[in-house]
């Protein structure tokens, strides 16, 4: 989606790797209720008399997740607006792709589980993790382009919408009204404040976490939604334009320059008070969007999803293996994450550009969409966030979460190998 998303892609993606690794690893270690201790210690926030006591665990998913679907958020609408998905037909090819993309391996997932107990999981193969994803994407080397790069990330992007309204109609609780209304007097305060100017991102911050989210969470809706409603009343654009910030940059930099030299460690007065203007200058030109962004990837990328995988991945695998791989739920989501996401993917993006409503990116031929669709099952973040809300019984989550890991290994191994396979095939 964004540059800087690709140039930490690959060093993500093998976080994400190691964290799985050691959660399997832990959880079936001698020390393993060690690790389900941990994830089970309450923490308690509020005050006395207002106080919300949830297990470490509930606060990964629940509250440190919307960071994760607040980045997401603020990229969707940054691709709305200028970047993958800005033009109808631009936006037409990922859109319909991922479309594509979710129906079939929900269907598949259906076939294996129609009136079984599992049958309320047919969302977990929908969804695609952006970050493992393009982070395993950097694998395959120089025989991926920049826009296959982007057409990924723009499709996870669509399966991340998807999911989310998912999550609002289908894996929500019962409702309380009054809360509900409660979050729509903050999200609509929120939009005011974008209309009437507002940059300021601690009004945002406050309404959107101490108010949104925790009406959210009262009103039975996941409050993860928080995040995407947030980001989307997050203003997009700058205080001042680009040729405004040309122009006082170069003033600045003349001013800069007739200054009187000095060999001295600080700088003089005058000189600290022009680069100030150059800082607030620079502030100026990035939108609120762009700067928490800028702000809130990291976080993001190297500590809540690494956190969130080391919480989620460590599956046990005592008792009957095989059973728990060939299970119903498994297979399911096996096939709809493996299978399903190649049919949806390639089928929809050909009926796509042989109906002239789309056209593939100049640098992609159909054995690239082939490779982006396997790459495309790699759901693993984003699939056992599904899975815990749509399984309830331990056991069965247990499975789900072997199916997930299974599909998303050799989605993510063929996809490699397709990518690799065809570029040798090319330049021989």
């Given at each position: 989606?964004?540059?800087n998303?690709?140039?930490?892609?690959?060093s993500?993606?093998?976080?994400l790797?190691?964290?799985?690794?050691?959660?399997?690893?832990?959880?079936?270690?001698?020390?393993?209720?060690?690790?389900?201790?941990?994830?089970?210690?309450?923490?308690?926030?509020?005050?006395?008399?207002?106080?919300?006591?949830?297990s470490?665990?509930?606060?990964?998913?629940?509250?440190?997740?919307?960071?994760f679907?607040?980045?997401?958020?603020?990229e969707?609408k940054?691709?709305?607006?200028?970047?993958?998905l800005?033009?109808?037909?631009?936006?037409?090819?990922?859109?319909?792709?991922?479309?594509g993309?979710?129906?079939?391996?929900?269907?598949?997932?259906i076939?294996?589980?129609?009136n079984?107990?599992?049958?309320n999981?047919w969302?977990?193969?929908?969804?695609?993790?952006?970050?493992?994803?393009i982070?395993?994407?950097?694998?395959?080397?120089?025989?991926v382009?920049?826009?296959?790069?982007?057409?990924?990330?723009a499709?996870?992007?669509?399966?991340?919408?998807?999911?989310?309204?998912?999550?609002?109609?289908?894996?929500?609780?019962s409702?309380?009204?009054?809360?509900?209304?409660?979050?729509?007097?903050?999200?609509?305060i929120?939009?005011?404040?974008?209309?009437?100017?507002v940059?300021?991102?601690?009004?945002?911050?406050?309404?959107?976490?101490?108010?949104?989210w925790?009406?959210?969470?009262?009103?039975?809706?996941?409050?993860?939604?928080a995040?995407?409603?947030?980001?989307f009343?997050?203003?997009?654009?700058?205080?001042?334009?680009?040729?405004?910030?040309?122009?006082?940059?170069?003033?600045?930099?003349?001013?800069?320059?007739?200054?009187?030299?000095?060999?001295?460690?600080l700088?003089?007065?005058?000189?600290?008070?022009?680069?100030?203007?150059?800082?607030?200058?620079?502030?100026?030109?990035?939108?609120?969007?762009?700067?928490?962004?800028?702000k809130i990837?990291?976080?993001?990328?190297?500590?809540?999803?690494?956190?969130?995988?080391?919480a989620n991945?460590?599956?046990?695998?005592?008792?009957?293996?095989?059973g728990?791989?060939l299970h119903?739920?498994?297979?399911?989501?096996?096939?709809?994450?493996?299978?399903g996401?190649?049919?949806?993917?390639?089928?929809?993006?050909?009926?796509?550009?042989?109906?002239?409503?789309?056209?593939?990116?100049?640098?992609?031929?159909?054995?690239?969409i082939?490779?982006?669709?396997?790459?495309?099952?790699?759901?693993?973040?984003?699939?056992?966030?599904?899975?815990?809300l749509?399984?309830?019984?331990?056991r069965?989550?247990?499975i789900?979460?072997v199916?997930?890991?299974?599909a998303?290994?050799?989605?993510?191994?063929?996809?490699?190998?397709?990518f690799?396979?065809?570029?040798?095939?090319?330049?021989?």
């Amino acid at each position: 989606m964004t540059q800087n998303f690709f140039t930490t892609g690959s060093s993500l993606g093998i976080i994400l790797l190691v964290m799985v690794v050691v959660a399997m690893a832990w959880a079936n270690s001698p020390w393993s209720q060690s690790y389900h201790d941990l994830w089970n210690i309450k923490l308690t926030i509020g005050f006395e008399g207002s106080e919300l006591t949830k297990s470490l665990h509930y606060w990964i998913n629940d509250f440190l997740m919307a960071y994760f679907f607040f980045m997401v958020g603020l990229e969707v609408k940054r691709e709305f607006m200028v970047g993958a998905l800005s033009t109808v037909k631009k936006a037409s090819l990922p859109l319909i792709s991922a479309l594509g993309g979710m129906v079939v391996p929900a269907l598949l997932y259906i076939l294996f589980n129609y009136n079984g107990e599992g049958a309320n999981g047919w969302g977990i193969p929908m969804a695609t993790d952006i970050a493992f994803a393009i982070g395993l994407l950097a694998l395959a080397g120089k025989a991926v382009s920049d826009s296959s790069k982007t057409f990924l990330t723009a499709l996870a992007a669509a399966d991340d919408i998807g999911a989310i309204l998912i999550i609002a109609f289908f894996l929500s609780g019962s409702l309380d009204i009054s809360n509900l209304l409660a979050a729509g007097i903050y999200f609509s305060i929120m939009l005011v404040g974008n209309l009437m100017g507002v940059r300021n991102v601690w009004f945002y911050f406050i309404f959107g976490v101490f108010g949104l989210w925790l009406a959210l969470f009262l009103s039975g809706v996941h409050a993860t939604l928080a995040g995407v409603l947030a980001a989307f009343c997050i203003p997009a654009r700058s205080i001042i334009n680009e040729s405004t910030f040309i122009t006082r940059i170069k003033k600045r930099a003349t001013q800069l320059s007739d200054t009187s030299y000095t060999d001295h460690k600080l700088l003089k007065e005058n000189q600290v008070g022009i680069i100030t203007e150059i800082i607030n200058d620079s502030k100026k030109i990035l939108s609120p969007l762009q700067r928490l962004e800028q702000k809130i990837r990291p976080l993001v990328h190297f500590f809540i999803l690494p956190l969130f995988a080391l919480a989620n991945a460590g599956v046990t695998l005592k008792g009957d293996v095989l059973g728990m791989l060939l299970h119903p739920i498994s297979i399911g989501i096996i096939a709809g994450l493996c299978l399903g996401k190649l049919i949806g993917v390639l089928g929809a993006s050909s009926i796509i550009v042989t109906s002239n409503l789309g056209e593939l990116p100049k640098d992609i031929r159909w054995s690239g969409i082939g490779g982006l669709s396997m790459m495309a099952g790699i759901g693993f973040t984003m699939s056992i966030f599904i899975a815990e809300l749509s399984l309830n019984d331990e056991r069965l989550l247990q499975i789900a979460k072997v199916g997930i890991i299974t599909a998303s290994v050799v989605a993510a191994t063929i996809g490699i190998a397709w990518f690799k396979w065809s570029n040798r095939k090319t330049a021989a």
